[in-house]
Nanobody, 115 residues
Framework: QVQLVESAGGTVQPGGSLRLSCAASGRIFSMNFMGWYRQAPGKDRELVARISSGGITESGDSVAGRFAISRDYAENKVYLQMNNLKPEDTAVYFC?????????WGQGTQVTVSS
């Protein structure tokens, strides 16, 4: 089992920045990827960014160059640094841990970008 707890999101003005964190516990060593997904109202959940156990990162096209994922292996935490936020980034953000046969989710945290 893996447990994931996201930090609180918040409301940010367009162009602003916000950092989310995810504290992981349990069998983290068996997970191939940890990352962030988001879901806006009426839309499917989509990949924001993820990082492999080897440190390789990938991000969705809509956030490339603006968002960055990082991982603290010692603290079992994953971070999402979000810069130059846009109204279309408004969504519930979910922390995720997965391998080939297991998929774990945090409870989600709301991020709202609005003036």
């Amino acid at each position: 089992q893996v447990q994931l707890v996201e930090s609180a999101g918040g409301t940010v003005q367009p162009g602003g920045s916000l950092r989310l964190s995810c504290a992981a516990s349990g069998r983290i060593f068996s997970m191939n990827f940890m990352g962030w997904y988001r879901q806006a109202p009426g839309k499917d959940r989509e990949l924001v960014a993820r990082i492999s156990s080897g440190g390789i990162t990938e991000s969705g096209d809509s956030v490339a160059g603006r968002f960055a994922i990082s991982r603290d292996y010692a603290e079992n935490k994953v971070y999402l640094q979000m810069n130059n936020l846009k109204p279309e980034d408004t969504a519930v953000y979910f922390c995720n841990a997965q391998n080939s046969w297991q998929n774990y989710w945090g409870q989600g945290t709301q991020v709202t970008v609005s003036s």
